[in-house]
């Protein structure tokens, strides 16, 4: 599986815009990249996934680097509701399963 | 509210013990995936089945094993429990296999604890 890096933590301001990004530098053609995010007790949960395009939902934006060695994960006004771990994934078209690497901890302050 | 059901939500058991954990997906979805997630391990994948098929086997041990149901339902078995099996065991779900289509369903998980 591909690995990805992300920081460990990251801290924000309530209603202030998030950035977490994500390095991936051995990523293949044919991998889509996933961000989940698990809130304290909970299973993960889906936020939102893409191949090339920058991709946005109702929950955050995802910008995706032209050589697709990163991405950025971008929570547009941060609540207390999104402190997570949040959790870049690589996946391949061809399976189904994720693998989860660490994580950042992100902390929302008030 | 994922609509992924896991009970029982925890469990405390004795070493060499066995238990059964259950998980009943989304109305529809065909694959059922079981992770585990210990503290010093993370979230790491265990198994996944698709329509009754096992699919695909991660890391998971002998002493462990899973089936998916014919109302989709599935169990997971751990066996000869030890202290190190103490651990939330999540089950997602998700409508198919083959091409991914991005999204998992997470249960709550189960929280197994070992003494």
């Known amino acids: 599986d591909a690995k990805t890096t992300q920081p460990n933590s990251m801290e924000s301001n309530e209603e202030e815009p998030v950035h977490l990004p994500c390095n991936h530098s051995t990523i293949s053609g044919t991998d889509y990249i996933h961000w989940y995010r698990q809130l304290p007790s909970q299973g993960p949960e889906y936020v939102i996934h893409?191949?090339?395009s920058n991709v946005n939902n109702r929950m955050a934006s995802l910008a995706i680097a032209e050589d697709r060695k990163s991405s950025t994960l971008i929570l547009h006004r941060a609540t207390l509701r999104d402190a997570a771990v949040y959790y870049c994934?690589?996946?391949?078209?061809?399976?189904?399963?994720?693998?989860f690497g660490e994580g950042t901890q992100l902390t929302v302050n008030p | 509210d994922s609509g992924v059901t896991q009970t029982p939500k925890h469990l405390i058991t004795a070493t060499g013990q066995r238990v059964t954990l259950r998980c009943s997906p989304r109305?529809?979805?065909?694959?059922v995936y079981w992770y585990q997630q210990s503290l010093d391990q993370g979230l790491q994948f265990l198994i996944q089945y698709y329509n009754g098929e096992e699919r695909a086997k991660g890391n998971i041990l002998e002493r462990f094993s899973a089936q998916q149901f014919p109302d989709l339902h599935s169990e997971l078995n751990l066996s000869s429990l030890e202290l190190g099996d103490s651990a939330l065991y999540f089950c997602?779900?998700?409508?198919?296999?083959?091409?991914?289509?991005?999204?998992?369903?997470f249960g709550e998980g189960s929280r197994l604890t070992v003494l």
């Open positions: 893409g191949l090339t």
């Open positions: 997602a779900s998700s409508r198919r296999t083959g091409t991914y289509t991005g999204e998992l369903f």
């Open positions: 994934i690589l996946g391949e078209t061809s399976g189904s399963r994720l693998t």
């Open positions: 109305s529809g979805d065909l694959s």
